[in-house]
């Protein structure tokens, strides 16, 4: 049996134990808080603000400026015109939203969209696309190029063709704007980076290891989103450390993602998040966390898609994104080729502001970028 002072002393030790664990945990919970203030104040710094610059540096205008009067819009009817829609890619919600964008556009001016193809993120395949396209001799050409130097040249002989030329988000090398082009319509790729790292850090608590995953490809819009992102986490929450970084190439961007961050978790264990560069390399992402047992791990993207947007509802692995607004980009880019036909004076390059997405907004957010109700399987998937 202890004797009394003993019993003092071990009583005075679990109360100095018990107070230092309190101080602690106060200290996690103020910074906690402090971290979210700030990332709170950071997003709401952004709403409705541009931050990229084109790709030759253009400062962006905003896709609202852009109008057709009356008497223009008879114009373009006048014209029978028709259009091309040539595609990086056509299998994910981001595309078939552009996509949705450009037709209800180009029907509302009375211009017949002859062509929609789907390259699979493969510059050959791109290339051939734009040769069968010219053959249908389209008015209007609205494309995103899979290789800003493999697909130049073919899309140098469509400007040469008189079709006039809008591009989403990036532009073939040696192209000049006024003369082989339009216009490029873009979303705020880099205020997607950065009010993902917000989120993220706001996730976090602003501390831990992460991992980023990257687009390993010369590619304008997906440089602008990690560099946003990157810069803005090491720059704004010091005591974040990126551990691991990884590229990944594509085609197959969930398979190389889940190999990657397969690869991240295993390395580091104690592994906080993960930053994914849109959201079919974060279902990657996703699966390699369930794999790993890691339902803790958080996870930040772009682009709002059906199985992030789920996650994001049951608040799940994925904790925000920064989402574009496709739907509107595409009613922009139809616009812009109007400018083109009747020879209106187009600004050079055109910009959507970025849309912070929580599980708190998701729902809302989902309207936004579609223009459609949230469907039955996310209303379903909420949880409160």
Request: with cysteine; charged share 20%.
């Amino acid at each position: 049996m202890k004797s009394p002072p003993v019993r003092l002393a071990l009583a005075a030790c679990l109360v100095f134990v018990v107070a230092g664990c309190s101080s602690t945990a106060g200290t996690s919970t103020h910074q906690s808080t402090r971290i979210s203030a700030k990332a709170d104040a950071a997003l709401s710094e952004l709403r409705g603000r541009v931050l990229s610059k084109g790709p030759h540096g253009e400062s962006p205008a905003v896709a609202s400026a852009l109008t057709l009067t009356v008497d223009e819009e008879a114009q373009v009817r006048a014209k029978n015109a028709t259009a091309a829609i040539v595609m990086h890619t056509g299998g994910d919600d981001w595309s078939q939203a552009q996509i949705a964008g450009l037709k209800y556009q180009f029907e509302k001016l009375g211009i017949k969209v002859v062509a929609v193809t789907d390259a699979a993120f493969k510059p050959d395949k791109q290339v051939s696309d734009i040769e069968t396209v010219l053959s249908l001799k389209p008015s209007i050409i609205v494309s995103l190029p899979t290789d800003a130097v493999a697909t130049a040249n073919a899309y140098k002989e469509a400007a040469k063709t008189g079709a006039k030329l809008v591009f989403m988000d990036n532009v073939p090398q040696g192209m000049t704007v006024g003369e082989d082009y339009v216009s490029v319509v873009s979303s705020d790729n880099r205020g997607n980076g950065v009010v993902s790292a917000h989120l993220m850090a706001k996730a976090i608590g602003g501390k831990g290891k992460i991992g980023v995953i990257f687009h390993q490809a010369d590619f304008f819009v997906t440089k602008q989103r990690y560099d946003g992102f990157l810069s803005t986490i090491q720059t704004d929450y010091p005591d974040v450390n990126v551990v691991e970084q990884k590229g990944i190439a594509g085609p197959d961007f969930a398979g190389d993602a889940q190999a990657a961050a397969n690869a991240m978790l295993t390395k580091y264990p104690d592994l906080s998040a993960v930053w994914a560069v849109w959201d079919v390399p974060a279902e990657g992402v996703m699966a390699a966390a369930r794999s790993a047992g890691r339902s803790d791990l958080v996870l930040v993207t772009e682009d709002l898609g059906k199985n992030v947007a789920i996650s994001l509802a049951k608040g799940d692995l994925v904790k925000g994104l920064g989402a574009q607004r496709p739907f509107d980009q595409g009613v922009a880019e139809a616009t812009l080729g109007a400018y083109g036909l009747i020879g209106k004076q187009a600004p050079p390059y055109v910009a959507l502001d970025s849309l912070a997405v929580t599980h708190d907004n998701v729902r809302e957010a989902w309207t936004q970028v579609y223009h459609q109700p949230p469907p039955d399987w996310l209303n379903s998937s909420y949880k409160k």
